[in-house]
């Protein structure tokens, strides 16, 4: 009963190693939009046609409860999807709540008021379009109260990943946590707030020093993800096979692909 999983592009491949990880028995499908990646700089009406595009190609594919492992998109599209868009017996859901509900320290559905928690300096590190949405700003605010957020945009760092070039990428992580620590320099936690970063947390983390606690999505998606299939078993779709599919040319997805998760991948054409 396949899930599917969406990107823009190769992040959202460390959201589906947890989730392989923890749920061995669901087949995933995972979609990546690398033909038009990064999403990051693109504007939300950009952002919301292509992720409903790219999730219609997923409910094709038996998967009835698609994950966006994209920030952007889940920033930027999500609650217009649920709003205006997604028919019924279809779910979507985003990765920002699971990130949120751990660094609040709140159980999945606590719908009490929000309450004062234990962090009160949060770095957000995050693509400009997720940055510009203020979209975990305003989910946090549903759950906590007194946490101050200083965002800072990683132009170019998406970009770095998905070309391969790890010395460039960290080199923009450093320039990108000096910009912040600017403005707040005692943090006391971090959000990597884009599914690709996980890929330079050792970065992040060595520029922000080890007292800053960083927070990052996979795993707590894959929790998330296996709570909700609990509760929601209905949403295990019809789908029965893994695949990974993509819209830019699927020898060179593949490679790189490979390269990230140091295991074989196959891509094919959407």
Known sequence: MAVGIFDSGLGGLTVLDAVQRR????????FGD???APYGVRTADDIFDLTCAATECLWA???????????????????????????????????FV????????RQWGDNSPPREVAVKH??????????ASRAFQRELAFRAIGVDVEAQPCAGVVDAIEQGDEILAEALVRSHVEALKRRMPHPEAAVLGCTHYPLM????????????????????????????????????GPGQVSKFLTTGEPGNVSSKATQFLRRKITFEAA
Not at 23 to 30: E, G, K, M, S, T
Not at 98 to 105: C, F, K, Q, V, Y
């Open 122 to 131: 949060v770095a957000l590190f995050a693509t400009p379009a997720t940055v």
């Open 201 to 236: 947390e050792r970065a992040f983390q060595e520029a922000l020093g080890p007292q800053v606690k960083v927070y990052s999505q996979a795993n707590l998606v894959a929790e998330s993800l296996a709570d909700y299939l609990i509760r929601r078993p209905e949403f295990r």
């Open 34 to 36: 690398n033909a038009h």
């Open 98 to 105: 699971p990130l949120i509900e751990a660094l609040t320290e």
């Open 23 to 30: 749920l061995p028995d669901v087949p995933f499908v995972y």
């Open 61 to 95: 594919e038996g998967c009835d409860l698609v994950i966006l492992a994209c920030n952007t998109a889940s920033a930027a599209a999500l609650k217009r999807m649920q709003d205006t868009w997604i028919p019924p017996g279809k779910r979507v859901l985003g990765v």
